[in-house]
């Protein structure tokens, strides 16, 4: 198998007395989308934080590409390519389109700010993800509905060629068809090339567009399979610890 | 490459902004100005005068000056009281060190008023620094909240500038030369009215077209998305907090030269002032929203209808209900457009 993209190693991470990670490995793979899945408090959340450098581990070993890097800061992950679609969907409202996928990065001629290429490329990346929903790029968040906003969030995510893109609960808010839509351009996402690691409660989601499914019960990897050789009642096992994988973690 | 159906689906949407605007708080805020004139001078023709203008545009300067750092602070999400008592405390200050440290006195004259005057604005404007720095470090190191810290030092500012003048104001308003540039030079403008407008038109446009003013928008509107953009919160509030305490300094110069005096009550009450300057040009205490424009004509309404309500021989305690009328105004615009958007 290839190298994986992204390759957690043991790692650690407390919060006071409380251990919320103990030692977990993860790998996430060029063009395959890896859920992550596990009940509320399994570490989830901490898992993807310290990957974003939000919030850095405080042991284990981070490899990209099979080089180890460190990383403490959202500057450094995006500077590695590796971008973070939080749940609570980290858009400013009172910001448009093009100011919220640029927000940090923002494009700059002669110290100004470039308002037509950032709008282009916006335009672009949206177009390259065959977004249509969206009226204008010049629309304020506040105006979007709750799919267009994660599509907007995605596509902030993969503006500056992004090699790994972590979707944090990318359709929990969302009805039917909208769940579908992004589902959707999560595949067209992997497609692409990039490594995505989705998070997720819903397993028919999961079922439905992930390559490998990753189990965290309580702070540890229980189980890493394929999504083709496992089956929902046993994920569910995993998650609520009723069952124990046996096999090989990929 | 060509342009996309996107992009120009954008310049549509940019116009439509544009008219938006037009059609938005400043121009309510314009509509109200001329209504206002209007009234007044129908009932006072004097009204409608240089002098009139004069003695409005001149309180104006002072507060239109921490107005416009507010509104840096208010569309950040945070809220600074300490500006009225930064005017009085950067006053006393910058007045002690040109009378104790610099040996101005009466006789003082032509370009020695000008060094004078020029140290006194370096003093006054880093004394307001200090008192952001202070704001800033209260609220990032401590997590209090802004209205918190910035309630106390304002007590603190109010303290200190009273136990430096020993109560009483510092300096002599009778020397000329040392405060004639509050005089009607370019009538009905004063040398510095026209340096406070150029002072807002700056800052004015640092808002809203470099990366800082939209990291303030940013941080007021989702400080979390903006974090995680990788933007440096805490070091951007610090400098937002700087930026309306230095402002608040050079104010404390602006009345420094209207009073020929460095009073420790002189801004006292301000600081109300400019947040409804703010909240009247549009701006939402809840952060993300607000505009430049609309706090300078929301400052020029609050001085008109003073001088006004004056003139036309209302008492003056009438101005405190008028203002109170005209915030509550605002906020309910402000309110029933929120709520269009959303149904639209």
């Known amino acids: 198998m290839d190298v994986p993209v992204i390759e957690l190693t043991g790692i650690v991470k407390s919060f006071g007395p409380v251990d919320v990670l103990k030692g977990v490995d993860l790998k996430a793979f060029a063009g395959k989308v890896t859920a992550l899945v596990g009940d509320n408090g399994a570490g989830k959340s901490t898992l993807v934080k310290g990957l974003a450098g939000v919030q850095p581990y405080d042991g284990g070993t981070v490899k990209y590409d099979g080089q180890e890097v460190h990383l403490h800061t959202p500057r450094e992950a995006s500077a590695l390519g590796i971008e973070v679609v939080y749940q609570d969907l980290a858009l400013a409202e009172n910001l448009d389109i093009v100011q919220n996928m640029f927000l940090g990065r923002e494009e700059t001629r002669f110290g100004t700010m470039d308002e037509g290429t950032m709008e282009r490329q916006a335009s672009e990346t949206l177009q390259g993800l065959s977004v249509r929903t969206v009226k204008s790029v010049r629309q304020k968040v506040s105006s979007l509905s709750g799919g267009q ?80 050789d496992t ?12 069952k124990t994988y046996e096999g090989k973690n990929v | 490459m060509t342009d996309s159906h996107l992009a120009q689906s954008a310049r549509s949407a940019r116009l ?126 401590f997590k209090i909240v802004p209205f918190i810290a910035t309630l106390s030092t304002m007590g603190a500012a109010l303290g200190f500038s009273v136990i430096i003048s020993k109560g009483a104001p510092i300096g002599s308003a009778s020397n000329f030369a040392l405060i004639s540039a509050i005089d009607p030079k370019v009538n009905p403008f004063s040398w510095a009215v026209i340096v406070v407008i150029i002072v807002v038109v700056i800052v004015g446009l640092f808002l809203h077209k470099s990366r800082f003013g939209l990291y303030t928008y940013a941080i007021g509107s989702n400080s979390f998305a903006a974090r995680a953009a990788g ?25 420094y030269l209207r009073l020929g005096a460095g009073s420790p009550s002189s801004g006292t009450g301000r600081e109300l002032d400019a947040i409804a300057a703010v909240v009247i040009g549009g701006a939402s205490l809840m952060g993300g929203v607000g505009r430049m424009l609309g706090t300078v004509l ?16 209302v008492a003056p305690d009438w101005k405190k209900v008028v203002v109170a009328v005209l915030i509550a105004a605002a906020v309910a615009v402000q309110t029933l457009q929120s709520k269009n958007r959303r149904t639209a």
């Open chain 1, 149 to 228: 906003r994660q599509t907007v969030a995605i596509a902030r995510s993969v503006l500056k060629n992004a090699k790994v893109v972590i979707l944090d609960e990318p359709t929990a808010a969302l009805g039917v068809a909208q769940t579908e839509q992004v589902l959707n351009l999560v595949r067209r996402l992997a497609d692409s090339g990039v490594a995505v690691i989705i998070i997720s409660h819903n397993l028919v989601d999961v079922f439905k567009v992930a390559d490998y499914i990753a189990v965290l019960y309580l702070g540890t990897m229980v189980a890493s399979v394929a999504t083709a």
């Open chain 1, 231 to 242: 089956n929902s009642d046993d994920v569910v096992g995993y998650i609520t610890g009723s």
């Open chain 2, 16 to 141: 439509q902004q544009l008219t938006q605007l037009a059609t938005n708080q400043s121009t309510i805020l314009v509509g109200v100005m001329i209504l206002l004139t209007i009234v007044f001078s129908s009932l006072e023709p004097k009204f409608l005068s240089a002098l009139t203008a004069n003695n409005i545009l001149t309180d104006w300067g002072s507060v239109a000056l921490i107005a416009v750092g507010q509104t840096f602070v208010i569309i950040s999400g945070g809220i600074d009281l300490s500006v009225g008592a930064t005017i009085g405390l950067s006053g006393v200050v910058s007045a002690w060190t040109m009378a104790n440290v610099l040996g101005v006195d009466q006789t003082i004259k032509g370009g020695e008023a000008s060094g004078a005057l020029l140290i006194g604005t370096l003093v006054s404007v880093a004394v307001g620094v200090l008192v952001g720095l202070t704001n800033a470090f209260l609220i990032n190191r």
């Open chain 2, 231 to 255: 933007i440096n919160v805490e070091r951007h509030l610090t400098k937002v907090y700087v930026l309306s305490g230095a402002l608040a300094g050079l104010a404390g110069m602006y009345v």
């Open chain 2, 298 to 313: 929301g400052a020029l309404i609050l001085f008109t209808v003073q001088s006004g309500l004056i003139m036309i021989g």
